[in-house]
Every structure is written in C-alpha cells, then in structure tokens.
C-alpha cells in the first residue's frame, strides 16, 4: 500500500523566514507527486506536480524538488497569505487515485 | 471559466436519513474522483467515475454508499441510512480527458450528521 508521510505537522515562520516541508513516499512505480494548498473550509489548490527524480518546479515563493524517496516544498521569504495546510500526494502504478499525506499547516506571523 | 462545482455546500441530516451531494466537473473533464476528509484525518480516496461507468470504487464504504456519473448532469455521490460517523468533508475532483494526472478540486460538501 502507497504510504505518504509528511513532516513536520506543523510549522510557524516569521515573515521572510524561508523554511522546507518534507514529503517522503513509498509506493511502486511512482507515476507523479502532487502538491496542493489547502485554506480552511475549502478545497485543495493545485500547485505542482513532479514526474521523475531530479525535477525542480517554481510559481512564486514556492519551490518543489522531488528525489526517488521524497519531495520538498520550499517556501522563501514567506508573507503572512502563505499560511495554509500543504498537502502531498502520490499516484502510482496503474491508479488514477491520489494517496494523501496528513498534510503540514503552515503559519506565517508578519 | 468555472472550476469544480459542488452542492450543498453544507449539508445537515439526522441519523438515518439520505444524503445526496452532487458535483459538476470543470468543463471539458470527463473523469470524477470523490475523496473523504473525516475530521482530523487526511483526504482518503474513495470512488473514480467516467461517464456511466465507475472505474474503481476500491475505497467506498461497502454499505450505504454509492456514486453515479450520468451522461447527462453531474456526479452524484449517496449516502443511505446516514450514521454520525459519516459526518466529514466530501470532496470532489476533476481531470481533463486526455490526461489523469492533475486533478482539480471543488470547494467540499461539509456533511453533518445529528
């Protein structure tokens, strides 16, 4: 079974304090790891998604790298709208279905 | 250019009674998921429709729970004879066509069951 462990659980930055989130991954034959933003009372955002190891994606103050074991999401110098819960997901093998970490709840104080 | 349309947003139901929550794809997708997000839990896969056909339902509820996904109108998930432990965020998703990568989703249904 796909296993996606993320850490830390949460995470509190002071504005402009750049930090890393960790997404490590178990699966077999990983097609794509994902990246949403999730804001309460709403529904995951799309961010990124990294097909093979070595990839490297940017949109903003966001950065997500994906190695064969695990996938960071880089925030630098964070403003106090980057506060959210990130969530990582893999799909593997044949499956349209995504496989969801608990996510990190990041809090950013200006 | 409307994203994942879900309805109700919020949703009340007393113990066994039905609960319906529907879902209108992004415009141009064809394939719908429906995930779970029980209350300090993650979002937990349960069913992938195409149009009139479910192509895995390896995480429904093997009771109570069911899900179409008519040629015409939006996705439909059930839920019969709903018990509190059914009360969570029901999420929908929607991927283009021609690709089942990224999948993009609506706002949730928040179910509650008294």
């Known amino acids: 079974e796909d296993q996606v462990t993320q850490s830390p659980e949460a995470l509190r930055l002071q504005e402009g304090e750049s930090s890393s989130l960790n997404c490590s991954y178990t699966?077999?034959?990983?097609?794509?790891l994902f990246w949403y933003r999730q804001d309460p009372g709403k529904g995951p955002e799309f961010l990124f998604t990294?097909?093979?190891a070595g990839e490297e994606k940017e949109k903003e103050r966001l950065k997500a790298t994906l190695t064969k074991k695990e996938s960071f999401l880089h925030i630098t110098a964070p403003k106090p709208e980057d506060s959210a819960t990130y969530l990582c997901?893999?799909?593997?093998?044949?499956?349209?279905?995504?496989?969801f970490g608990a996510g990190t709840t990041v809090t950013v104080r200006a | 250019n409307a994203g994942v349309m879900q309805n109700p947003r919020h949703l009340v139901r007393r113990r066994g009674q039905e609960a319906r929550l529907r879902c209108s794809p992004m415009?141009?997708?064809?394939?719908v998921y429906w995930y779970r997000q029980l209350p300090e839990e993650g979002l937990k896969f349960m069913v992938y429709l195409q149009k009139e056909n479910i192509i895995d339902e390896s995480g429904m509820p093997k009771e109570r729970f069911s899900a179409e996904f008519p040629k015409e109108g939006p996705s439909i998930l059930r839920i019969q004879q709903v018990v509190r432990g059914d009360s969570a965020a029901y999420f929908c998703?929607?991927?283009?066509?021609?690709?089942?990568?990224?999948?993009?989703f609506g706002p949730g249904t928040r179910l509650t069951v008294l």
């Open positions: 998703a929607s991927s283009p066509s021609d690709r089942g990568y990224e999948q993009f």
């Open positions: 415009k141009g997708h064809s394939h």
């Open positions: 997901a893999v799909q593997a093998g044949y499956d349209y279905k995504l496989s």
């Open positions: 699966v077999s034959g990983l097609r794509g």
């Open positions: 990294l097909y093979s």
